[in-house]
């Protein structure tokens, strides 16, 4: 009983500081690529996996889906913004900076293909999302429109990473074991592609 009356003050704690501040560094990690993100949800999964209270995955999943959503809302927004100004802006070149050519021309014929889908898929693989992201703001969609497509794909996203971090959490009796092996998965989901490029070498099309 004594064990349980000290661990609850500290755990109310941890939860009055910890979702904030994953709000927070989710919402800037979708605006500005230094955040790694899913790493952050996943191991928030471990965390909540190893607590005693109730609706504490329930929390960090509702916190990092919202998070994203209003990241890629205001990213896009912004970037909406520079589409229509005469000079520009700094936001929109920072999009296209991390959009390269080759990614872009490939979301471009996915979306116009498959439409809303293509978002879902583009936050779940790595380095899909900006190059969908400016593909949607250079064919015209309102903010209205891609975010109606955006928010089932923030939410897959979260729940992706909250199931890494869950999984961590259970393979581990401690909750720092398991927030290891959660980064260290995410970490390899997202070299995954860039090496797989490395090994398989350039296509046909790139060649040329």
Known sequence: ?????????????????GYPTL?????LGALVPVVPTGALVSSA??????????FA???????????AFCGDAALYWLGRRGVGSKNGSRWLAAIRARAPEDRLEKAQERLAEHNVAVLVLSRLVPAGRI???????LAGW???RFARGNLPACLAWAVTYQLIGILGGSLFPEPWEGIVAA??????????PMLWRRVRGPSESEAH
Not at 57 to 67: D, E, G, N, P
Not at 131 to 137: E, F, N, Q
Not at 183 to 190: D, M, P
């Open 142 to 144: 309102p903010l209205r």
């Open 183 to 192: 980064i260290a998965l995410t970490v390899a989901i997202s070299a995954a």
């Open 57 to 67: 995955l329930a929390l960090v999943f509702v916190t990092a889906s919202l998070a």
């Open 131 to 137: 190059p969908v992201m400016l593909a949607c703001i």
């Open 45 to 54: 999964a471990v965390v909540a996996f190893h607590q005693t209270a109730p």
């Open 1 to 17: 009983m004594a064990q349980s009356a000290s661990t609850t003050p500290a755990e109310s704690t941890q939860q009055a500081i």
């Open 23 to 27: 709000f927070l560094l989710v919402l």
